[in-house]
């Protein structure tokens, strides 16, 4: 099935470079605020985005991730914020991803989930922690909607878990590039190129790279290589850091530029890399 999000990876794939694809939590710094934050992401290059569903029990976010969820929820950010936002982003016409723990869907409800985030004009999910062996209910849920399921496969992953995991997802496959949680590094994890290499034996689906991507000389690096470069904390620091949020959706544009500059570099050496 072509949805929105395989119809983007493949455009970027047919220009011969890697996608760009940015994270955000919903309602940081405020609700109104992180939608203009994601705006001024596509507007800077962003190819597609993810919608952090901020959550008080974090498994894969670092500390700067952490910070920013803990602004949206102290600000009484909801799932139904993560809707909204979605739907702003969404209306851009850039593929917009919900990415969440399994649990607050659980507790919703994958059917509801699915059908207010198909109604919201979203893509689909990224779920960090939801096992293959119990992604039957969400799949069933979310495949007839079209809506692309993204799971993780980490340096660590066998190759029969890679297959595994690969086998049920849509969309694309989200490759960490480490064993640990999101942050800014000084260099991208080197495990990352072989896990890629070896995630592509499994599927023919898109490879994208996170965690640890932060400059556009990481981007190009990754991006000689994966199919899709994914960056969240960086753009989460510009946001902390700012000293408004007028000022940070400037700063978070101005990366975003930065960035994909960046992977149309990495299109350059993968084609260096073909020859």
Not at 212 to 218: D, F, L, R
Request: hydrophobic residues 45%; aromatic residues 4%; glycine residues 14%.
């Amino acid at each position: 099935m072509v949805t929105a999000l395989s119809d983007t990876l493949a455009k970027a794939r047919a220009e011969g470079r890697a996608a760009l694809v940015g994270y955000l939590p919903a309602g940081f710094p405020t609700l109104a605020g992180g939608i203009d934050a994601l705006t001024a992401m596509v507007d800077g290059g962003v190819d597609v985005v993810e919608v952090g569903l901020p959550y008080s029990d974090p498994m894969l976010d670092g500390p700067t991730i952490q910070d920013a969820v803990d602004v949206a929820l102290r600000g009484g950010a909801t799932p139904r914020d993560v809707l909204t936002t979605v739907e702003a982003v969404a209306a851009t016409g850039t593929p917009t991803l919900v990415m969440s723990y399994y649990n607050p869907i659980d507790h919703i409800g994958p059917a509801r989930f699915a059908a207010d985030l198909a109604a919201a004009g979203g893509a689909g999910v990224i779920l960090p922690d939801l096992p293959p062996e119990e992604s039957g209910d969400w799949l069933a849920a979310a495949d007839p909607l079209g809506l692309d399921s993204v799971f993780l496969v980490a340096p660590s992953s066998s190759d029969e878990r890679i297959a595994l995991t690969t086998s049920v997802c849509r969309g694309f496959v989200y490759a960490a590039s480490l064993m640990g949680v999101t942050g800014v590094r000084g260099a991208v994890s080197g495990a990352a190129r072989g896990l890629v290499a070896r995630t592509r034996v499994a599927t023919g689906l898109p490879v994208c790279v996170g965690l640890g991507v932060s400059t556009a000389e990481q981007a190009t690096e990754v991006a000689g290589y994966a199919d899709g470069v994914i960056v969240g904390s960086a753009f989460v620091r510009e946001l902390l850091d700012a000293a408004s949020p007028a000022d940070g959706a400037a700063a978070v544009h101005a990366l975003a530029g930065e960035l994909a500059a960046g992977v149309r570099r990495g299109a350059g050496e993968r084609a260096g890399t073909a020859q």
